[in-house]
Nanobody, 118 residues
């Protein structure tokens, strides 16, 4: 059974930083493309960043240069380092497998809330 547990969110001032963690159980992150997604109030859930292959990464334009996705295969954890946070980054952040242009249907965790004060 796949379980994805996100943590590391919180309240931060604009310009601040956070590092999110996604502890994966039942799925080796080293063998799957993984992504971080976010959902702001009243908006759809969207992909933020993805990691696939050995070191390939992909980011939505609004976070390029500010966010970095990485993974620790030994710990089976996926990270999202977020710097220079903006008010518009406020959302619940989730991790899941990355399947290109579609959202995964299953195995969503509870997410972790990121709130950026302006």
């Amino acid at each position: 059974q796949v379980q994805l547990v996100e943590s590391g969110g919180g309240l931060v001032q604009s310009g601040g930083s956070l590092r999110l963690s996604c502890a994966a159980r039942g799925i080796p992150v080293s063998e799957h493309a993984m992504g971080w997604y976010r959902q702001a109030p009243g908006k759809e859930r969207d992909l933020v960043a993805a990691i696939y292959g050995r070191t390939r990464t992909n980011y939505v334009d609004s976070v390029k240069g500010r966010f970095v996705i990485s993974r620790d295969n030994a710990k089976n954890v996926v990270y999202l380092r977020m710097d220079r946070l903006r008010f518009e980054d406020t959302a619940v952040y989730y991790c899941n497998v990355y399947i290109g242009g579609s959202l995964p249907k299953d195995n969503w965790g509870l997410g972790t809330q990121v709130t950026v004060s302006s």
